[in-house]
């Protein structure tokens, strides 16, 4: 444990007493906020094993910021905000494409070839090399986005800075989400699956392999699938009902890429809208 994250967990125990006169709470935090914002710290990764590591340390800086900064106006042009926290900058030196209407706050990472267009993207939030976040596509605080994925136009990747030792959403690399799929509460897509468009994913939707029946998990879609928003029968003593699940209909072959007009293809087969 680093002398930081000593400190860190110690102000953390205090945070009820924290407020923007402390001046020596305020640095280390800081200090952690600037080292999420160029990379050198992050909130979440992939062990080795595959397991989700959370450090909770650094979530803690960022719920401690909310206490030690206070509200300040904010110009941008014509745009005037009224925030605790400050917008992202210096995109040229960081080899990101941003366009008008986009934003991101500082304490979030953006790797080199990131592209937004009209979007959003939260503190804490990590987005790799090579992905495009579409127009009104929101990436929430903490989430974990790999290198090569598309969030297409619309999608919803939730949040998570509380309790400290929740884990995020991650979306491994060269995942496709469709639009307005909503990915929340530390669900997990694997590496080069797709999920179509309108897809809810979240830790109590069953995913369910849809050439055997079988459920294989609970909020998360495993690697080099193709998944889509489905429901299941269920009966209760008030009447049958019919419940969200998501459903596996293709597995594809590991380092498969998607591209658009096959994946239009697969959903036309299963009878999917595109």
């Known amino acids: 444990m680093s002398d930081l994250e000593t400190r860190i967990n110690h102000w953390f125990e205090h945070i009820s007493e924290m407020d923007p006169s402390n001046v020596e ?35 803690r800086a960022i719920l401690l910021l909310f206490r030690l900064r206070g509200l300040r106006k904010i110009e941008v042009g014509p745009f005037e905000y009224l925030d605790k926290l400050d917008l992202k900058t210096d995109y040229e030196r960081r080899g990101v494409r941003v366009v008008p209407g ?47 994925v598309h969030l297409a136009g619309g999608v ?26 909503m ?13 179509g468009a309108g897809t809810i994913l979240n830790p109590s939707i069953p995913v369910i392999d849809a050439e055997t029946g079988e459920e294989v998990s609970r909020g998360y879609v495993p690697d080099y699938c193709v998944a889509v928003s489905a429901t299941r029968r269920r009966e209760y003593p008030g009447g049958e009902f019919f419940l969200p699940c998501v459903l596996i209909i293709k597995r594809m072959d590991e380092g498969e890429r998607h591209n658009k007009v096959a994946l239009n293809n697969i959903l036309r087969d299963h009878g999917v809208a595109t």
């Open 25 to 59: 709470a305020r640095r280390d935090v800081e200090l952690v906020i600037t080292k999420l914002d160029d990379g050198q710290v992050r909130v979440a990764e992939i062990a080795v094993g595959g397991e989700v590591i959370v450090h909770e340390w650094v979530k």
């Open 102 to 148: 986009a934003s991101a706050r500082r304490g979030s990472y953006l790797s080199p070839g990131v592209i937004l267009m009209p979007s959003y993207v939260n503190i804490g939030a990590w987005v790799g090399g090579g992905t495009m976040v579409d127009t009104w596509a929101t990436v929430g605080s903490c989430a974990q986005i790999g290198s090569n």
């Open 156 to 181: 919803g990747i939730g949040g998570v800075l509380e309790p400290a030792n929740a884990v995020p959403v991650v979306i491994e690399d060269d995942a496709f989400i469709g639009s307005r799929c």
């Open 183 to 195: 990915v929340v509460e530390g669900a997990r897509v694997g590496k080069g699956s797709i999920l």
